[in-house]
C-alpha cells in the first residue's frame, strides 16, 4: 500500500476534503496533508481538524509540499485540489519538486514520475545530461573525461541518437582514431560522427556507445540499451564513469551526481517552466553555454542564473563560452571550417583561430548538420584553395565533409570545443573534480 500526502486547499469545504481522504483511504495509506491555499471555505485551522490527518501549512506552496515530502516520506503526491489555488504552471512546478525527490505526483487525470532507472552500477558514476540539441552537451562531457583523467580512469558512456544497436566500446586511451579510420567505419553503414567516436578522438579515454529512441518531457527515452551499455562499463578497467545524455534526455542509469548543460541563448522557460525546473533541482553542477552576443546578451545570462539559483541554491553555476580546439597544427596554413554552430558566431571563431593557431581562415560553413547546403558550400571551399579542411566530428563530418575532403587529397583536421568561464574566479575543472570526489564516496557509503 502506497504512502501518500495529499495536497489539499481551502476552496473546498472540509467534509468534502475528509470525503476524499478517506476515499484515498481505502486504496492508499494517507499519512498527511500538505495544506496548499486558499480560504473561502477555511476560516480558521480549526476547520481543518475533521480531517484528522497531520498537515502541513505554508504561504508557499512549493516550501509547503517540500516540507511536507521531507517530513513524510511519501510515495506519492496526490492531488485535491484545483484551479484558483493550482493552475497549470503551479502543476508542473510541483511536478518538478515531487520528481527530482523521487516522488510521484497524480491528480484525477495525470500523474508525473521519475524516469524509470535501470539497476545502479558497482562504479561510481557522474551525469552530464543538457537541455537540447547544439547547446554543447557533449563537448562538457568530454571536457569532464580530459579532466577526471588527470586523477582518475574515467570510462564515458554515450546514447546518440545514431548509436550503435550493441554497444560499442572504443579504447580511445589506445587507438588513434583518424579521418581514414572514421571513414572506414560509415562505410560499414555505422554513424561513424556518433558521440562515443567523438569523445574518444577529443578525450582519449574508453568510450561505450549506445543508442535511444525518442524522449519524454523528463527526459525519459522510449527505448535505449544504455543499462547493456553501463554494464560493460561496469566489467572495463576505470574508477569512475561518465553517462552523457542525448539532446535533452537523462540516461535510464542512477548515478551519484549529475552535471546539467544549458544554452543561454535557449528560451528562459526551458528551466523555469514544464518539467525544467526537475532537470536544475536534480543538478550538482549546472554550466551555462554560448553566455555571449550573438548568442545572448548580459541580462539574459543573469536571468538564466538567477532562475536557476532561485531553484536551486546549492547548484555550482557556470557562465561559459565555446572555442575551438584543433586536434592537429594549424600554423601557417590556410583552413577551411565546418561547423553546426549559428552563421552569426562563425565570425568569433575565424577570429579565435586565425590569432590563437596561427592559420588563416579562408572560408566557414555552419551547415554541417544540414547536408544538401553544406555539399554546395564545402565545393565553393576549393575557391580558396584550402591546405586543411577543420572540422567538428558531428552530423555529416565524416561521410560528408572527410569523404570529400580526402577525395581532393586535403588534410582533415577535427576540432573540439573548449569551454571557457567568464567569470574571474570561477573554476569549472575544480568543481568536476571534487564532484567526481563525492560521487565515489558516496558509492564507498552505499
Known amino acids: 500500500m502506497a504512502k501518500i500526502v495529499a495536497l489539499i486547499d481551502g476552496e473546498h469545504y472540509p467534509a468534502v476534503t475528509k470525503s476524499g481522504l478517506d476515499e484515498l483511504n481505502k486504496v492508499h495509506e494517507v499519512v498527511g496533508a500538505a495544506f496548499i491555499g486558499g480560504t473561502e471555505k477555511i476560516g480558521t485551522d480549526k476547520d481543518l481538524a475533521v480531517l484528522g490527518v497531520p498537515i502541513v501549512r505554508d504561504a508557499d506552496y512549493l516550501k509547503c509540499i517540500d516540507t511536507a515530502i521531507d517530513q513524510f516520506r511519501p510515495d506519492e503526491l496526490i492531488d485535491l485540489s484545483d484551479e484558483p489555488v493550482l493552475g497549470y504552471h503551479e502543476r508542473f512546478a510541483i511536478a518538478s519538486l515531487a520528481m527530482a525527490k523521487g516522488v510521484a505526483y497524480s491528480g484525477s487525470d495525470f500523474r508525473f514520475s521519475s524516469p524509470k532507472m535501470a539497476p545502479a552500477l558497482k562504479k ?253 558550400e564545402i565545393e565553393d571551399f576549393l575557391k580558396a584553395s584550402p591546405d586543411i579542411i577543420l572540422t567538428e566530428l558531428k552530423a555529416a563530418a565524416v561521410d560528408v565533409v572527410t569523404a570529400w575532403a580526402l577525395g581532393k587529397n586535403l588534410k582533415v583536421v577535427y576540432m573540439d570545443n573548449e569551454p571557457v568561464t567568464m567569470e574571474d574566479g570561477q573554476n569549472l575543472e575544480d568543481a568536476i573534480i571534487e564532484l567526481a570526489k563525492r560521487c565515489i564516496e558516496k558509492k564507498t557509503i552505499k
Open 124 to 376: 561510481p558514476s557522474l551525469s552530464v545530461v543538457g537541455t537540447g540539441k547544439r547547446i554543447g552537451k557533449t563537448a562538457i562531457g568530454g571536457y569532464t573525461a580530459r579532466v577526471l583523467s588527470g586523477q582518475f580512469t574515467p570510462l564515458m558512456v554515450t546514447m546518440g541518437r545514431g548509436g550503435p544497436a550493441e554497444p560499442e566500446i572504443i579504447p580511445g586511451t589506445k587507438m588513434d582514431i583518424t579521418p581514414e579510420y572514421l571513414l572506414s567505419v560509415s562505410k560499414q553503414g555505422k554513424h561513424a560522427s556518433s558521440d562515443h567516436y567523438e569523445d574518444a578522438l577529443t578525450s582519449r579515454v574508453t568510450t561505450i556507445g549506445s543508442r535511444r529512441c525518442g524522449g519524454g518531457m523528463s527526459g525519459q527515452t522510449y527505448f535505449s540499451n544504455v543499462d547493456k551499455a553501463g554494464a560493460l562499463a561496469d566489467e572495463l578497467e576505470g574508477d569512475i564513469v561518465i553517462f552523457e545524455g542525448s539532446g535533452c534526455t537523462i540516461p535510464s542509469i542512477p548515478t551519484e551526481g549529475s552535471i546539467l548543460v544549458v544554452g543561454a541563448h535557449q528560451p528562459i522557460d526551458y528551466i523555469s517552466s514544464y518539467l525544467g525546473p526537475y532537470r536544475v533541482r536534480r543538478s550538482d553542477i549546472v554550466v551555462l553555454t554560448m553566455s555571449e552576443p550573438p548568442m545572448a546578451d548580459a541580462l539574459k545570462v543573469d536571468e538564466m542564473v538567477s532562475v536557476i539559483k532561485s531553484l536551486n541554491p546549492s547548484a555550482k553555476v557556470f557562465r561559459t563560452v565555446f572555442r575551438p580546439r584543433p586536434l592537429g597544427d594549424l600554423k601557417g596554413k590556410k583552413v577551411a571550417v565546418c561547423l553546426t554552430a549559428p552563421k552569426k558566431t562563425a565570425g568569433i571563431i575565424t577570429e579565435y583561430l586565425e590569432k590563437n593557431f596561427g592559420c588563416k581562415v579562408t572560408g566557414v560553413s555552419c551547415n554541417l548538420s544540414k547536408r544538401p547546403a553544406l555539399r554546395e
